[in-house]
């Protein structure tokens, strides 16, 4: 078990804060992007289907936000009115948006992609379900090439079923959970805490949480590029890197991958022939900027991007991710009555003090949690000295804005399974 921790440790000190990050860097032409995010019609449906509710919904964004700006439910952090808020997390709440497609919005593969969806969702695309999710932590997209958009006016609507009433049923007397005895979250793919912990209230809430579009590619795309330093001394450095790719047909065109430092100058590139879905690529960096803990050194960036082309040498896509040059490990000595050891992290060579916390979500509504409230706030905690955040299992997986932050002031992260103070199935 001590070793599994100890890998786990590394993946998410080395890896995780630029392979998350580099979701929103894909580039695609603008005419190719249509943003479904702003306003929506949003209508709650009480539990006898008695009374309904229709107010402005923005997404991103979640129910209980809206109703506070609707003036529906008062504000939720002030002595106990968040008691005065439970009824919402009992109703179906829907939103609802009309669209039409530009002009020249066009590709061969049309995709519906959600960011987050919190969390049992039936998707209805003029009429027709599409699909159904159950998992607020994850991206979803769907295929809508053939028989789901029309030419003109489009209907899209997501309803949201009551979490607590959708796992009724389920078999509860072997699972425990604290803060709620009714033990419903453990069957629930969504943020813990804001099922009652001891430093936030019970919001149960739904919502378009994260952005969400409609994209066309041409036929082929690069899905994620994934890099780590294997080797490094202060006169170069060894990248691993893996490109994967998918396509509507056989992939087959070119892959170009370029190193650019922060300053933009171009330190590495490679082109390759591309027709697999996994490209591996090693590259050597010369004098590397080695990046280093807040206190131990700079955080200079390094950025990777990949551009696939067709057979024609155009470009179809690229996508970009941010990383720092570094090496990490765990030391683990065995102590003297080898009943134990020490775990001590290892960066680049030199042993690292780790001094943080433990980071929980900074607003029980995260789609409302803004770029620069994360900088404040990892800017305190820089300035407090801290090099480490334990991103807690009670919370989310944090966006794009937290883990560039954390790259820009030198702070590690380490990241829970997404699991809390349970017994879960």
Not at 150 to 173: C, L, Y
Not at 199 to 208: H, L
Not at 267 to 281: A, G, Y
Request: overall charge positive.
């Amino acid at each position: 078990m001590k070793r599994f921790l100890s890998i786990l440790f590394i993946i998410a000190c080395c890896t995780i804060s630029f392979t998350i990050y580099a979701k929103s860097n894909s580039s695609f032409n603008s005419e190719n992007i249509l943003k479904l995010d702003g306003k929506w019609e949003l209508t709650g449906i009480s539990p006898d289907g008695s009374r309904t509710i229709k107010v402005v919904g923005t997404v991103p964004g979640q129910v209980h936000p809206d109703l506070i700006s609707a003036g529906i439910i008062p504000d939720p952090f002030w002595r106990k009115q968040a008691e005065q808020c439970q009824w919402v997390e009992d109703w179906e709440w829907r939103y609802k948006k009309i669209f039409s497609l530009p002009e020249h919005f066009s590709g061969k593969w049309l995709m519906l992609q959600f960011d987050g969806l919190d969390t049992y969702a039936s998707i209805y695309l003029n009429g027709k379900l599409l699909s159904q999710t159950n998992d607020m932590f994850i991206p979803y997209e769907f295929n809508i090439s053939k028989g789901w958009l029309k030419s003109g006016a489009n209907e899209i609507e997501v309803r949201f079923a009551p979490a607590v009433k959708t796992v009724a049923g389920k078999p509860r007397n072997k699972y425990s959970a604290v803060f709620d005895t009714s033990a419903s979250r453990v069957y629930i793919r969504r943020m813990q805490c804001t099922f009652g912990w001891d430093w936030v209230n019970r919001f149960v809430t739904a919502g378009i949480w994260r952005s969400c579009r409609i994209v066309a590619y041409q036929d082929s795309r690069i899905d994620d590029i994934f890099a780590y330093t294997s080797e490094l001394n202060s006169e170069k450095a060894n990248l691993k890197i893996q490109v994967t790719a998918s396509s509507v047909n056989q992939l087959n065109g070119k892959l170009k991958l370029l190193i650019t430092n922060q300053d933009g100058q171009t330190v590495w590139q490679k082109t390759s022939d591309v027709n697999k879905s996994l490209i591996n690529f090693e590259a050597q960096i010369n004098l590397p900027q080695i990046w280093w803990p807040n206190g131990a050194g700079k955080q200079p960036l390094y950025y990777i991007t990949a551009v696939l082309y067709d057979k024609q040498d155009k470009e179809i896509h690229r996508k970009t991710i941010e990383t720092g040059i570094r090496t990490v490990t765990i030391e683990e000595l065995p102590d003297k009555d080898k009943k134990g050891s020490s775990f001590t992290i290892v960066m680049n060579g030199e042993r690292i003090f780790a001094k943080g916390g433990n980071w929980v979500p900074a607003d029980p509504f995260p789609a409302r949690i803004t770029k620069e409230k994360y900088n404040r706030v990892l800017d305190q905690a820089m300035d407090a000295g801290m090099n480490i955040l334990r991103s807690w299992g009670g919370g989310i997986y944090e966006p794009e804005a937290f883990w560039h932050a954390c790259n820009k002031m030198g702070i590690m992260v380490t990241q829970d399974f997404l699991l809390a103070c349970a017994s879960y199935p």
